[in-house]
């Protein structure tokens, strides 16, 4: 069918980001739904919400309404920002906001037709200015909010009381380096955690650590149980029988493992070519969860994630739902919610009642898709031969203006690079699509969701293999006469910047570009980003500084003069990954070389734009660009 083009204006910006649900069990029996909001029409502002579980048609009560807008900043990338629990009929409510820790008490009704009533106004537990806070939980018995604090270039295990105002964190564990997902023992004598150490990033190499809590809260006996040089773990997890969950690596693939700790070897009873993980960017994630009668685990395979139940047994059993993009796992008494997607339907909250013999669910889209079923093009998964003949995996989106043959194509770049194309509804792509292009977001070697080894195909390959595996996904739909060679662009932001860059100076496939807060000199970005990439290019690329030469070898910014083709820039003057200078430089370099790069400044953005109008101003003006460069003059 020939489709209406999808407005800006409904494809970015109106959807918001769900984020972190939990369902804590309040009287009557009545389970509640919490979840974050994140809304670019309000600037990005994010806040918590509160429903009945299986009451999609209630209004969500707002618990932190304007101005307040709850945000973590460790690591820069944040997550893990709110804590809830549950202490008879009423709600602890315990969030991250400025930087400071909030804590308000709210009265659950037992009618879940009633709302729940504040019992306190918000008061501020720690102090500003003293560390950025994040990945909390409630120790009940201790009456204490455990987390995250980063502050003096390190990551400390730390504790607030619950029943004080403007309190200093206290130390509970000091970690080498980088900690996080602190997970407490049911009966609250157990604390399990997460660390690793630079040069390796969390997916790279990290280590389970577990200790005692002693009577009066501190820890002893601290010891390693599981990982290693080249493995990673990924959330620890407490089973009501005392026994430990992780996922872990050794295998090839993120697989779940148990041990009591005082057990000394682990039993694996699930072993399977799939993820049961995903790269540590931000806290907060979750893939696993006890339902009260057994384990539930999103799991990715091939790109699109399923939902299963892992019996005692070893036995592995689909949960029939048709959500194949998953995340945030959480359950509670036999229910289950995640926020969900797929090709047709955009991300929502699925809630789903696994009592029955064949579970129930209903998904709540966070909002109303603009585009009917049939005027959405949906993925497809296309299998290519990428850097060095390696079976490389895309989502391919056909043109669904009714036109046949090679159409203009646009190839994404994502981000990390060590992330994902995902199979959700994405309307950012819809726009493109309704418009007569066909789109590919390419998984280039370094992706997750394939197994470790795929992951580390971009290990000393960056900017060699992403680059490669971009332009061979182009050059594969070309072959098959459905693109274009004339009107082939590629866009990214931040690393998939970085690769849109890279693929401009170092093929000729492509004939446009656009770039999001783009890394565009590794030299700059080894030696001036965040802590938490600091050496994240030791591995990516090569040893910093002994290997700089291979760093000058891939830097766009030192091969500017290779770019033969317009490029466009977005760059966020707040960004503190990569600096606003590096894309104002990469620019110049071309306008040097007589190349059109356009520069569009945004002064509240950071790294990653949250703006209603930022995100609509990149997609249009990406839009107009693209037209002009490439003489396509249909809207």
């Known amino acids: ?61 707002e618990l932190t309404p304007a101005p307040r807008s709850l945000r973590s900043r460790v690591h820069d990338y944040g997550g893990g920002v709110l ?35 504040p019992l306190t106004t918000p008061v501020r537990l720690s102090l500003p200015g003293e560390g950025e806070l994040a990945d909390g939980q409630l120790d009940q018995i201790h009456q204490r909010w455990i987390g995250i604090r980063e502050v003096d270039g390190l990551d400390q295990l730390v504790w607030l009381p619950l029943d004080a105002r403007d309190q200093s964190p206290q130390l509970l564990h000091q970690p080498a380096d980088f900690a996080g997902y602190a997970c407490l023992s049911p009966d609250g004598q ?28 501190a820890l002893f006996n601290p010891r390693q149980l599981a990982g290693e040089t080249g493995v990673s773990v990924f959330q620890p997890q407490w089973l009501p029988d005392g026994r430990l969950l992780v996922a872990e690596d050794s295998s090839g693939w993120w697989n779940l493992m148990v041990k009591h700790p005082d057990e000394t070897s682990w039993q694996r009873p699930w072993p399977m070519e799939a993820e049961t993980a995903m790269p540590q960017w931000i806290y907060g994630m979750s893939t696993t969860a006890w339902d009260g009668t057994g384990l539930l685990a999103a799991v990715c395979s091939r790109g699109s994630w399923t939902l299963k139940r892992l019996e005692a047994d070893g036995a592995v059993v689909t949960i029939d739902q048709p959500f194949d993009d998953l995340a945030y796992l959480q359950a509670c ?48 998964p296309m ?6 003949g390696e079976r490389t995996h895309a989502w391919y989106y056909p043109p669904m203006d009714g036109s046949t043959g090679a159409a203009p194509l646009l190839v994404k770049s994502h981000s990390g690079p060590t992330a994902m194309a995902r199979r959700g509804l994405q309307l950012g792509i819809q726009y493109w699509t309704s418009r007569g292009w066909g789109v590919v977001d390419v998984n280039y070697g370094g992706s997750t969701g394939f197994g470790r080894e795929y992951r580390e195909r971009l290990n000393a390959g960056w900017g060699v293999v992403d680059v490669a595996d971009c332009a061979a996904a182009a050059q594969a739909l070309i072959h098959a006469g459905r693109a274009n060679p004339d009107q082939i662009a590629i866009e990214g932001g931040s690393a998939g910047g970085f690769t849109t860059l890279a693929a401009l100076c170092f093929t000729d496939v492509f004939r446009v570009g656009a770039c999001r807060y783009a890394v565009c000199d590794l030299t700059a970005m080894a030696e001036e980003t965040h802590r938490f990439e600091a050496r994240y290019l030791d591995s990516l690329i090569g040893d910093w500084p002994e290997q ?35 894309t104002e430089r990469m620019a110049a370099a071309l306008r040097d070389n007589g190349i059109p790069a356009k520069v569009v400044l945004f002064a509240e953005e950071g790294h990653g734009f949250r703006d209603h109008s930022t995100q609509t101003k990149v997609l249009t003006t990406t839009d107009h660009f693209f037209r002009q460069q490439l003489n396509i003059h249909k809207e």
């Open 1 to 61: 069918m020939s489709a209406t083009p999808l407005p800006a204006s409904h494809a970015v910006g109106t959807l918001p980001g769900l984020k972190e649900p939990q369902l804590p069990a309040g009287p009557g029996g009545v389970v509640w739904l919490l979840w974050l909001e994140q809304r670019p029409q309000e600037k990005g502002r994010t806040t918590a919400l509160i429903r009945p579980f299986g009451a999609s048609h209630q209004t969500p009560m």
């Open 83 to 117: 804590t809830a629990t549950v202490n008879n009929d009423q709600l602890l409510l315990v969030w991250i906001e400025a930087g400071c820790l909030w804590r308000q008490d709210w009265q659950l009704p037992e009618n879940a037709a009633l709302k729940p009533q």
């Open 190 to 217: 157990h604390l399990a955690w997460v660390e690793w150490q630079q040069p390796s990033m969390p997916w790279d190499s990290s280590s389970l650590w577990y200790a005692e809590v002693g009577a009066d809260g």
């Open 333 to 380: 008494n036999g229910r289950a919610v995640a926020v969900a997607s797929h090709s047709t339907c955009v991300a929502g909250l699925l809630e789903m009642d696994l009592r029955p013999a064949s579970p129930l669910w209903e998904h709540t889209p966070a909002v109303i898709s603009p585009l009917p079923a049939e005027a959405i093009s949906v993925a497809e």
């Open 383 to 388: 299998w290519f031969d990428g850097h060095g």
């Open 548 to 582: 700089r030469a291979i760093y000058d070898q891939r830097s766009p910014l030192l091969h500017a003069g290779q770019i033969r083709c317009p490029v466009l820039f977005f760059q966020g003057e707040q960004d503190k990954v990569v600096s606003p200078e590096q």
